[in-house]
């Protein structure tokens, strides 16, 4: 064990503890005035506490074992998918959720992600980075994704389905796949994201008609995101409400900010969600374009690191893994920071390391801790 900490990148380790103390000072800033949140700083705590724990769990435990039994923890991710939308409870209009013991929640589409990620790099690992044929892995990999993106769409959870469309791509990319299926899928994902936007404002106003005389108005929240990205201007001003109020609030945030615990936007409660998907804009607007730019520059970091492990690393599967959770958390902050300032759909997509939630907190800790492991056994004898 102790030869295993002396090769753990403590760089990494200290980002983390740096994300923890930035969490949970913008946490308790996000809350302070809300008695239902009274305590979530706290929270946000014991989760990074049990979080540094599953941390350095996961790193000493070989990675390689996860990579031979991938396909099982993959099978038990889709069964926990197909439990939570039977049994489950709704949580923001989404049945995604378990409710555990001592008042933690638990999301598996969180768990699933990862899983997935070593299920696909297990995969790719194979080919030895040989280019992918198309039937013996292109189709497969489509499909091992293809299934738990249905099953998250149906709960419906559009923002980690993206994720996994986006984790997709970047496998299929470093995992050598050839020009001509590029070109094709391509080719095809234009040609649907066109149809796409077509259909979408030519059905946009009986479709919403529908899903209000049907009483799902949930559905109705999300089209009306999906359409003040696609059309700001004729979209209502209630779709608008969260967009033009971040926009607002980060750009009162100025280059120093409003000062901590005095956003104006933030302390009236004009922005939903501040302590989760919206805690992006806490941070411009009470610590401005500089704090702003040290939570980019400690992103960086962080990526840098993972790939800096993943070049280093011996084993084709474990450099797969890291790159599917960079690729991960890459989105995940794009798409975050992206909404809050009008480029990009609204979705429920938290900033990783940064919002409140016990899932991705520990599921984002036991992924760097794997990222860990891949650099800490690197050099010791090939299990296979």
Sequence with gaps: ?????????????????????????????????????????????INYSIGFVVLFGAMLFDYRLLVKGAWYLYAIGILLLVAVYLFGVEKNSAKSWFILPFGFNFQPAELVKLLTIVAISAFLGRREGEPLRFWQEVVPIGLMVALPVGLIVIQPDLGNAIIFLVILLVLYWIGNIKYTHVLIGSALIAGFIALFFYLFQLYYDPAVQYLKDNDKGEWVHRINRIHTFIDPESASADAKYQVHNSMRAIGSGGLTGETYMNGDSIQKGFIPLPYSDSIFVVIGEEFG?????????????????????????????????IIGIVSMYVFQVFENIGMMIGIMPLTGITLPFVSYGGSSVLINMMAIGIVLSIHVHQEQKSLY
């Design 1 to 45: 064990m102790l030869d295993k900490l002396k090769k753990t990148d403590w760089s990494i380790v200290i980002l983390m503890a740096l994300f923890m103390g930035i969490s949970t000072i913008v946490v308790h800033s996000a809350t302070a005035n809300d008695p239902l949140f009274h305590g979530t700083d706290v929270k946000n705590v």
């Design 289 to 321: 374009f500089i704090g702003s730019s040290v939570l980019l520059l400690l992103y960086f970091l962080l990526i840098y690191r993972m790939i800096y492990i993943s070049i280093q690393s011996q084993n084709r599967t474990g450099a797969y893994i």
